[in-house]
C-alpha cells in the first residue's frame, strides 16, 4: 500500500466549520484582494514575495485619496482605468463560484449569505453572487465629480486622461469607488453592520485586515454571538482572534468547504 498523504492541517478547521455553517441560518462573509488573487489581480499589500501587489508599485497616499486625484488627476485616473481594464478582463476563481453556491445552499435552506466586500472588481457579481454589498464602491462605473452623476465607460481604455464628464463642463470623470479619508456609502455601511450582528458565522477571506471600517465587522458579529472563521495563507490582526483560522488559499478552502456540506 503506498503511504497515503497526511490530512492537510486546515482539514479539522475546515470540519469545524462546515459543522457551523450546516447548522447556521445566516452567514456573513468579509471579502478582500485576496480572494481575486487567483483571478489574477493584484493584492495591495502583498507580502514580500509579491512584488505585484498593487500598493508596492504605488503608494496608496500617492493614488487612492481625494487629495491626490486633485493634485494629479491624469495619473490617478490612468491607474485606476488600467485596474478597470484588468478588471474586466479578469474571470472569477473557484472561490467566487463556491460563494456564489453557498448563497444557494443557505438559501434553499430559508437562509442567508451575505458578501460583504472591499473589492472593487465585481467578480462577485459575475461569480452570480447576489446578496453582496460593496463597502468600497466598485471600479467598473465612474461619476461626474460636479454632478455625482454615474456612467459605465465602454470595455475600451479612456481617450484621454483625465476624462471630462459628459454631465458638466467643469466635471471630470473619477472611479466610484471610496478612496482613504472618504466616508462608505451609508447604505452599505447599515446593510453591513445589519448583516455582522444577525449573523451565525462570519468569514473573513483574502483581507489583510488594516483597513476600517470593513475589518471591524468582525468583531460586530463575533460580540454578536457569530462563530468567527479567517481563511488567509497569512496570518493578520484577525488571526488569533477568530474561533478557526484556516491558513489556505480561497481558492481550496471555499471549494472543500461545499464539498463538506453536499450531500454524501
Ligand atoms: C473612513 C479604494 C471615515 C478602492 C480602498 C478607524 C475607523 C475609521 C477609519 C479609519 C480608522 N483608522 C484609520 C482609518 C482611515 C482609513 C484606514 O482604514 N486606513 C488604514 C490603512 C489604517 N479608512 C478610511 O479612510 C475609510 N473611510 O473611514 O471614512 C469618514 C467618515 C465620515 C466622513 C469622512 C470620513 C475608507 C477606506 C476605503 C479605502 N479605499 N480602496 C480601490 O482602490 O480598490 S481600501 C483598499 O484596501 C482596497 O479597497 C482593499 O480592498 C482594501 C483592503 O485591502 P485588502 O482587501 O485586505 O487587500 P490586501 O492586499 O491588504 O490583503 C490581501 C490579503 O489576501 C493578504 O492578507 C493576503 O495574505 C491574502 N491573500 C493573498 N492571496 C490569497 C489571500 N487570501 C486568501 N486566498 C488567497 N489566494
Redesign the pocket.
Known sequence: MPPTDPPPPWLPPLRRLAAKVAAARHVVVL?????S??SGL??????ER?MA???KSFD?AS??TPEAFHRDPETVTRW?DW?RLGCLAAQPNP?HTALAALEHHLERAGGSLTIL?????RLHHRAGSRNVVE???D?LNWRCTVTGRTLTPPDQAFERFPMPSPFHPHGLLR?N????????PEEALQAAFQAANQADVFMS????????????FLQVAAAAGAFTTE????A?PLTSTVDAALA??????LPALMAQLAPH
Open positions: 471579502t478582500g484582494a485576496g480572494i488573487a487567483e493584484a493584492t495591495f499589500r502583498g507580502n509579491d501587489s498593487l500598493w496608496p493614488l487612492a485606476y485596474r472561490g466586500t472591499q473589492n472593487v472588481d463597502l468600497h464602491g471600479i472611479p469607488v471610496v478612496w482613504f479619508g472618504e466616508p462608505l477571506v483574502g483581507t489583510s485586515a488594516v483597513v476600517q471600517p470593513a475589518a471591524g481563511i488567509n495563507p497569512q493578520t489556505a488559499p480561497a481558492g481550496v478552502i
